[in-house]
Structures are given as structure tokens and as C-alpha cells.
């Protein structure tokens, strides 16, 4: 787990970089969106406008429901940059869940504002011809329970407040007791079985109004959940603007 930052100090912000090992270097999205032409077809003049938007997926769910790992796993696929936004809780926090004791709206707050201005401070990437020297883009995955609804509000407001961005949500769903046993059997993490039930106490699960949230069913392979998240993923991001974002 990443280092935690003390908010009391203002410690500057993780740095966001992308999941990008020698493996995944050679990761390409999965070929382009049906309705898509040929990259060689994109020159800037007709380049379509879903280039303006920038992309922010927060992988949302309770501990252990897998938001780390299927955040990287699509950071990967998708050259996302990844943010993991446990890193943003104060010491204190991760203390107390390590203790097994539940977080309040309180212990959340700084937390979740810290996440939100992060949304919006995100550094804009230049719009390039395709390629991308730096290596990281300026579309991001991050991982964040988000539990309850008031706080995916919190984080919708950022992309209002942000204008060019796309906030979408995926909800990780699997049952109480699978995740009970995921995080018995997880090793090195500051949180335990212990904190699963008051996860669920916590809850509020998306209701149909949320619109913006992909809900991926978790209780299968890891495999399958990372590939029902890529392509609901996709799908969205397709849907936005008729063509599957170029990503680089
Ligand atoms: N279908 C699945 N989807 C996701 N994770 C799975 C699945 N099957 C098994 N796992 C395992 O469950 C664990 C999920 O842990 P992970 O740290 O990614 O969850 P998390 O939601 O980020 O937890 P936390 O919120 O506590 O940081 C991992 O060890 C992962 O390998
Ligand atoms: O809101 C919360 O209570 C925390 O963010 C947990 O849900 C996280 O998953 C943390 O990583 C502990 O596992």
C-alpha cells in the first residue's frame, strides 16, 4: 500500500502515474470502436471532439470488493493513468481501520474534498498528434468506496465544476460474505475481515437514478471482472460521443 499522506501538513498530492510496466507497454486497446475508421483516417482537422473531454472512473465498493486490482488491470488496458485513492486517507484513518473500526462521514470528508480537488487540479494533458511522450495520460482511473450516495455526489460536483470532464462510476458487487473471506485470505493490506460488515452497514449501493455508475458483478473470476469492466467501460465511453475514445 502507497504511502499516506497527512492532510494536516498540505502534503502535495501522489503523483499520478500510469500502471505502465514493460508487460502492459505493449497492451493496445481492443482494436477500435466498431464505428470507428482507421486511426490513419484521423487527422486533426476531423479529429472528433470526445478529444476535449477528459475521463475520470472512480472503481467504487467496499473493502476488498477488488478496486485496486481492477482499477490497475484497466489502467493497463486502457493507458489510463491510476490513482489509488486510498493514498489520500490521513494516518489516522488508515489506523483505524486497520483496528477494524469504521470510518465516519467525518473521518471521509477532508478525504473525499482532497479526491475531488484532485478530479479538477488533474494537470491537463496537451492535446498531441497521438503521440504521447510522457507516458501518462490525462484520463484517469482511481479507486475510492465512495459508499454512500452524498458522497458520489460530492465527486459528481467536481466534474460539474471541472467542465471538461466525464465522471463515470463502476460499483464492485459482490456479497458481504464473499468479501468477508477475500479479505481473510488478502494479504498486507491495512484492512482486515474485520471491517467488512460495517462496510455494508454503511452502503447505500446505486440506485437507478445514478445513471453515471456501471455496476460489475464480482462474484466470479478475477479474470471475468476485469473483462466485464473493460467492456462496460468501453461501452460507455463509446456512447458518450458514437466512437470509442482514442486513448493514449
Ligand atoms: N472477482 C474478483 N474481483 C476482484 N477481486 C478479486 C476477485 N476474486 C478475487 N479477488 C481478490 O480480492 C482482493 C481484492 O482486493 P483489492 O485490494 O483489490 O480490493 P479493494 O476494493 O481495493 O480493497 P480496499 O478498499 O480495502 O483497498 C484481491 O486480493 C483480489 O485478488
Ligand atoms: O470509506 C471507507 O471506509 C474506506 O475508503 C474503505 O472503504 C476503503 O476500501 C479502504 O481501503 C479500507 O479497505
Redesign the pocket.
Known amino acids: 500500500m502507497g504511502e499516506n499522506l497527512d492532510h494536516s501538513t498540505n502534503s502535495p498530492l501522489p503523483v499520478v502515474g500510469t500502471v505502465n510496466d514493460e508487460e502492459n507497454a505493449t497492451i493496445k486497446p481492443q482494436g477500435p470502436h466498431p464505428s470507428r475508421q482507421e486511426k490513419s483516417d484521423f487527422d486533426s482537422e476531423r479529429r472528433p471532439t470526445h478529444h476535449l473531454h477528459r475521463w475520470i472512473w472512480f472503481i467504487t465498493g467496499?473493502?476488498?470488493c477488488g478496486?485496486t486490482t481492477i482499477a490497475k488491470s484497466l489502467a493497463s488496458a486502457l493507458k489510463f493513468s491510476f490513482l489509488e485513492?486510498?493514498d489520500y486517507?490521513p494516518k489516522a484513518s488508515v489506523e483505524k481501520?486497520s483496528r477494524g473500526e469504521?470510518?465516519n462521514d467525518e473521518d471521509?470528508a477532508g478525504?473525499l474534498q482532497a479526491l475531488k480537488e484532485h478530479e479538477i487540479a488533474q494537470p491537463q494533458k496537451k492535446q498531441t498528434n497521438g503521440d504521447d511522450p510522457e507516458g501518462k495520460s490525462r484520463h484517469l482511473v482511481t479507486t475510492?468506496?465512495a459508499?454512500k450516495k452524498h458522497y458520489r455526489d460530492l465527486l459528481r460536483q467536481g466534474g460539474e465544476e471541472a467542465k471538461d470532464l466525464r465522471v463515470r462510476f463502476v460499483f464492485l458487487d459482490a456479497s458481504e460474505e464473499t468479501l468477508t473471506k477475500r479479505a481473510a485470505e488478502r494479504k498486507g493490506?491495512?484492512?482486515g475481515a474485520n471491517?467488512v460488515h460495517s462496510?455494508f452497514e454503511?452502503l447505500e449501493r446505486p440506485d437507478e437514478n445514478e445513471k453515471d455508475v456501471v455496476v460489475v458483478n464480482v462474484e466470479g473470476s478475477l479474470e471475468d471482472s476485469e473483462r466485464q469492466a473493460e467492456m462496460k467501460l468501453k461501452e460507455e465511453m463509446g456512447k458518450d460521443d458514437g466512437s470509442f475514445l482514442e486513448v493514449l
Do not use: E, I, N, Y
Request: include cysteine; proline fraction near 10%; glycine fraction near 4%.
Open positions: 467496499p473493502t476488498a478496486k485513492g486510498d486517507h481501520m469504521p470510518l471521509r478525504w475510492c468506496s459508499l493490506h491495512f484492512a471491517l462496510q454503511a
